[in-house]
């Protein structure tokens, strides 16, 4: 029912409103950017939430879920497909919609963003040496998701950067959502974070890792698809200059 309530409907509603097919977004490699993700991002996840589960740092009502995949609820695994597309194609409306400009940029945010995160995953990986502890689920959200973060940044941080301002807002957005679905799942009972294994910050009912976890799993899908779209493979001068008709947002607005 949570899905029915939270992901399925608001995906129908952004696939529906597309203003045209994706949006007029990406060309043929629009069509392929979700469903890859999705592959992507069920086949990294899944070993990962597994481990959660089996050591208890979370999990669910046995009368809430219709049936378990070696730890892990069915309805999880649906969710590891359903945020990217729901994700993805929030990003879509931005790039179709609003057409923010690409700025080039040098060397350094290409640097400053690799080093980040791969000082985060550093970080997290020395922590987690020392076994569980209050700190042990954020580090395993960070070592998790920060390498994947950081070489996305080693891969074309150029084009990141240049997609900043699309970045803040289709990530930015749907992490507000989706703080607001996970507060009331936990409010439910629907699933139950372990308070031995995390610092115990909150907002209402969403502890500060969940808050990390969707954060760091829209950028992951987020930089995913722009890369995907206008990465390495295309040159950002391209993106820069005169805009194709299929890619002005007047066009793609019909």
Known sequence: MFHFVFTLPVIIGLAATLPRPL???????????????????????????????????????????????????????MFFLLQPVLTGLFLYHVLGRLGYADRRSGLLPHVLGAAFWLLVSGISFYH??????????????????????????????????????????????????????????????????S???????????????????????????VKGILLFLYGSHESIQSATSKPSRADTPEMAQG
């Open 195 to 221: 308070t031995d294994y995390t610092l115990g910050l909150k907002v209402w009912t969403l502890p500060v890792e969940e808050a990390t976890f969707f954060l760091v799993t829209n950028l992951l899908v």
């Open 128 to 193: 987690l040496r020392s076994g569980p502890d209050d700190a042990f689920y954020l580090s395993l959200i960070l070592a998790w998701s920060g390498p994947v973060l950081a070489g996305m940044w080693l891969y074309d941080g150029k084009t990141l950067w240049a997609k900043r301002k699309t970045m803040l807002v289709a990530v930015g957005v749907p992490t507000l959502y989706l703080w607001f679905a996970d507060a009331i799942a936990i409010y439910a009972g629907i699933w139950t974070i």
């Open 23 to 77: 949006g007029g977004v990406g060309g043929r490699r629009g069509r392929w950017a979700i469903p890859l993700l999705c592959v992507i991002a069920f086949s990294y996840t899944t070993p990962w939430d597994n481990y959660l589960v089996a050591n208890d740092v979370w999990w669910y009502g046995a009368d809430r879920v219709i049936a378990t995949i070696g730890y892990v609820p069915v309805e999880e695994y």
